[in-house]
């Protein structure tokens, strides 16, 4: 008698498409962008980018791993709208580490209405980094968050106010300490300040030194040309440190897949953020932020969340990638 192997039930064509083109969104340091996705016809394998790597600020690769992590959850936020679960194994093959994840897949017909409230999200989350009033309604967000991120293993603590000149002094010795290295600058030159590219940090998208007076904890880029937006605002959003047990690759993309929650789940309540990594770049960043959190831990990365003007348009998005510069379907 011969038996037939049941077909793997899995996305069609369509979905596939249709998901991970929403899901390629996710943010990433620099918008480098720096996956690569391989559906073998029943799996999505997620790669690490080595093309893309910032050698100068993330020579550990910690940073695209978290760009990576961000991803993830994209991809599995965007399939969970579609009506698709994803059962995710992470770090499959210890022999190959830039393999970060394997994503299996089965019919899920009701997905919970929060996780598809963040799938519309991904769509209009942008960075902000202009300066940002504080954040209404805070006490519940903040709930919400630290809900989000704790099945992903991350601690997010909100930071005392009292802290922020303090923050904002390691922000800018991290710019400082960098200011000379030529090849850092030669780096972010490459990556930020330039329109017309599918990848990269555009020049609207950067502020002015006169807007980033008012923000004082932010990384500092090629500076945009002059302008004064939200000109009555001192930035007042709230700083929050994510932050895991140890420092590994599993700890980066668990810190990159909390991130994304929480930018969605901000996006969600109308809520503007700004990731910093620049602080967390250099050792003496990383010390001084282990000494703000209630408990042991690995600093990872400080968002900003806060409140943008209701009145303003809506930022253009950054661009992305071509679909089939970061996915390769297998043909069989």
């Known amino acids: 008698m011969t038996t037939m192997n049941a077909t793997p039930l899995v996305p069609d064509h369509r979905t596939l498409m249709s998901a991970m083109r929403l899901a390629s969104r996710a943010p990433s ?4 962008q720096p996956w690569h996705w391989r559906f073998d016809g ?24 978290i ?36 994503i299996g897949f089965r019919p899920w017909p009701d997905p919970p209405a929060g996780l598809v409230a963040r799938a519309r999200a991904i769509d209009h989350r942008r960075t902000d980094r202009l300066p940002l009033d504080p954040p209404e309604h805070w006490d519940d967000v903040a ?39 030529q090849m850092y600058q030669a780096e972010i030159g490459w990556w930020a300040g330039h329109s017309g590219f599918p990848e990269g940090v555009p020049t609207d998208a950067l502020i002015s030194d006169a807007e980033r007076a008012r923000v004082r904890v932010g ?16 930035d007042r959003s709230r700083l929050v440190v994510l932050s895991t047990p140890a420092d590994s690759a599993s700890d980066w993309l668990a810190t990159g897949e909390a ?8 996006t969600v309540a109308g809520l503007a953020t700004c990731a910093l990594t620049h ?6 960043g990383r ?40 996915l390769t379907i297998d043909r069989h």
Do not use: K
């Open 219 to 234: 990384r500092t880029f090629p500076s945009a040309p002059h302008s004064a937006r939200r000109p009555d605002i001192e």
């Open 143 to 181: 709930r919400r968050l630290r809900m989000l991120v704790s099945p992903h293993y991350v601690d997010m603590e909100v930071l005392d106010e009292s802290v922020r000149p303090r923050l904002a002094a390691v922000s800018e010795q991290a710019a400082a300490l960098r200011r000379h290295d």
């Open 259 to 266: 991130l994304s929650a929480i930018l969605l789940e901000c």
């Open 67 to 102: 760009s990576c992590g961000a991803m993830l959850h994209h991809v599995r936020t965007a399939f969970g709208a579609h009506g698709w679960h994803t059962d995710t194994t992470r770090l499959p093959d210890p022999s190959d580490p830039g393999r970060l994840a394997e």
């Open 279 to 284: 602080i967390t770049e250099l050792p003496t």
């Open 29 to 32: 340091v620099h918008n480098t």
């Open 287 to 326: 010390n001084i932020l282990t000494g703000f959190l209630p408990r042991p831990g690995h600093p990872q990365l400080v968002v900003r969340i806060g409140a943008a003007p209701a009145d303003e348009p809506e930022h253009p998005p950054t661009p992305r990638r071509p679909l089939a510069d970061t």
């Open 42 to 65: 029943a799996h999505l394998h997620l790669h690490t980018d080595p093309d893309r790597a910032l050698v100068t600020a993330d020579p550990q690769g910690r940073q695209q791993v």
